[in-house]
């Protein structure tokens, strides 16, 4: 059975979303918690919370152990933008985009390979 949680409007562009991400794709839900608790980056907070609600929802939702959860997908995608505008030298105007990112994590029950 498959479990998804969702975050959007995180306020770190997707390209330095994505390094994080890619630290805990594949991994158990409880390791995940734990790599990104002591993550350095940003995104690793809203992560470690994305990752408790996908647990909390496989167990609320589905009357799944959350320590038969593994990451089946996780990504980061584009999210809306905030376009901005700073004036430059003679009269011209330099373009500031403010990007944010769209998180999704798909988690799946399965018994841990002996």
């Given at each position: ?10 306020r770190?562009?997707?390209r330095?979303a994505?390094l994080?991400v ?10 995940a918690?734990a ?12 992560l470690?919370r994305l990752?408790k609600s996908?647990?909390?929802n496989a167990e609320?939702n ?6 038969d ?6 990504y980061?995608d584009d ?5 901005r ?13 403010r990007?944010?990112?769209?998180i999704?994590?798909?988690?799946e029950?399965r018994q841990?390979?002996?």
């Amino acid at each position: 059975m498959e479990v998804t949680a969702s975050i959007q409007r995180v306020r770190v562009s997707p390209r330095k979303a994505r390094l994080v991400v890619d630290a805990v794709r594949g991994k158990r839900v409880l390791d995940a918690i734990a790599i990104a608790r002591f993550l350095p980056q940003k995104t690793a907070v809203e992560l470690e919370r994305l990752l408790k609600s996908v647990a909390a929802n496989a167990e609320n939702n589905y009357d799944l152990d959350p320590e038969d959860l593994w990451i089946k997908a996780i990504y980061a995608d584009d999210g809306p933008q905030l376009k901005r505008f700073k004036p430059k030298a003679r009269g011209r105007v330099g373009r500031i985009i403010r990007r944010s990112c769209s998180i999704t994590v798909i988690a799946e029950d399965r018994q841990e390979r002996r």
